[in-house]
């Protein structure tokens, strides 16, 4: 009895240490204050279905768990992961580039960081400025729950790659062991489908690190700052399940995800009300709407930095606008969303479509009050977050073939909904579910590099 009473005692003692360890190594946060997690518990509803319809379980992939335990991991090897630049289509792909390339070469990974923009650069078009040192070390870096869950993250790793050593932050250290990689460099005559064969990654980066990292001190690991891999690594090489499955281990922050479930249900609600027109309410837990709304993205603010030039034609409002307004009615749908950072050219389409009895809404019209202040706190690339997230549901979608986000939305969309093959033609790719204007094979091809 009393033996019994020890052991369970001690495996109490013991179960609880461990808990309060692992609840603070996943809550304390890098600066070691008050866990910004638990802060933000306080003030906000927790996700419930019905709050946020974006909620996702953690990812569970036998594919994954069967890639990283047939890894021979190296734990004298640190990649870093803060170049993530761009809007979040490029945020989300370069970071999940690097997890790949970190499972790739069996080597841990410090938490991503990402780089804030400067909307004034957005405008001006204006590429690269300031060194590399600036772009990866300066102020203007957030962690990566500037947009994601950063616990989901973690969690969904430790689920699926437990192998995988995560390190929560990094000094912007300088070492003769320590250096900067753009990881396709390794790699010549990329074809746009991406790097030919990835598996010789980790052979090809060892190969590299001997020739310019100094082998001593011996005792002190290897760190290599991976540069932004921009649509290189062909991510059907893992096969479609994992392909498609992968890019779960990213899910929005919880308030972005509750705000686009707010303006989801916005629009069910005038949609409910619009007079003349029969329409039955929309349960906006399916993961596509239908019928509900047509979301298009107004792709014009920002297109630099894209690895494509621009397609003259469609970078432009009037050509958009068109194109859109011509699809919601070809498909007679009277509600169309539309996603954009750029306020006076939502207010242009408003009125154009109006001629056309097609009503445009968006989320500063959607959201009010307490929401609407939430809403302009954000940043801009956070609210971009918001827009991602309700186009991801209606019922059809249109965008623009030279922006990542537009890609990034039809892809996950297409892997959501089931959606029938897609097909090319005069420049317009669409599969049963989107249409993107303004597309060359050329893009098709990358858009094989790009985790949805
Ligand atoms: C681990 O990485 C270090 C640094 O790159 C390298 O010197 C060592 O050979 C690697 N070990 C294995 C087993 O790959």
């Known amino acids: 009895m009393q033996l019994g009473n020890g052991i369970s005692r001690r495996y109490v ?17 890098e600066d070691r204050r008050l866990p910004k997690t638990i802060a933000w518990a306080i003030g906000k509803p927790v996700s419930t279905p019905e709050n946020d319809v974006f909620d996702h379980p953690l990812l569970d992939s036998w ?19 803060d170049d993530n630049r761009g809007g979040v289509g490029h945020v989300r792909n370069s970071i999940l580039n690097c997890v790949r390339f970190a499972i790739g070469a069996g080597a841990g990974l410090v938490l991503p960081n990402i780089p804030l923009r400067d909307v004034e650069e957005m405008t001006a078009g204006a590429a690269d400025t300031g060194d590399d040192i600036e772009r990866r070390h300066g102020p203007g870096r957030q962690g990566m729950d500037y947009m994601f869950d950063k616990n989901h993250f973690v969690d969904s790793l430790r689920k699926s790659c437990p192998e995988l050593v995560l390190v929560r932050h990094m000094e912007a250290t300088t070492s003769n062991r320590r250096r900067s990689l753009l ?3 390794l790699f010549s005559n990329i074809p746009a489908s991406g790097i030919e064969q990835p598996e010789e990654w980790r052979d090809r980066l060892n190969i590299w690190i001997e020739k310019y990292m100094s082998p001593e001190p ?11 891999s921009v649509l290189h690594y062909p991510i059907y090489s893992d096969g479609q399940t994992l392909a498609h499955t992968f890019g779960d281990i990213l899910k929005f922050r919880p308030d972005i995800r509750q705000m686009a479930t707010k303006v989801l249900k916005g629009i069910a609600h005038s949609h409910d009300h619009e007079a003349g027109i029969a329409v039955q309410t929309f349960d906006i837990s399916s993961p596509i709407l239908n019928p509900s709304f047509i979301g298009v993205h107004l792709g014009t603010e920002n297109p630099l930095a894209e690895r494509h030039e621009v397609d003259v034609m469609y970078s432009h409002f009037e050509a958009q606008a068109a194109a859109y307004i011509e699809q919601a009615t070809t498909s007679k749908i009277p509600i169309m969303y539309v996603a954009s950072g750029n306020l006076p050219e939502v207010n242009k389409l408003v009125k154009e479509a109006k001629e056309w009895n097609v009503e445009v809404t968006h989320k500063e019209d959607v959201l009010q009050g ?5 809403l302009a706190k954000l940043t801009w690339d956070q609210r971009a977050l918001v827009d991602y997230l309700v186009l991801l549901k209606g019922q059809e979608f249109a965008g623009v073939g030279h922006s990542s986000f537009s890609w990034n939305i039809m892809l996950k969309r297409h892997q959501i909904g089931d959606g029938a093959g897609a097909s090319l033609g005069n420049e317009v790719y669409r599969d049963g579910l989107s249409t993107l204007y303004g597309v060359r094979s050329s893009y098709v091809e990358s858009s094989g590099c790009m985790w949805p």
């Open 63 to 81: 594919e994954l768990r069967e890639i990283c335990s047939s890894t021979e991991w190296n734990s004298s090897l640190i990649l870093t992961c």
């Open 13 to 29: 003692i013991l179960f609880s240490a461990g808990f309060i360890v692992i609840w603070l190594w996943l809550a304390m946060d």
């Open 370 to 374: 307490k929401d609407a202040d939430a």
């Open 183 to 185: 990881p396709e460099s």
């Open 218 to 228: 011996a005792a002190e690991p290897v760190i290599v700052d991976l540069d932004q």
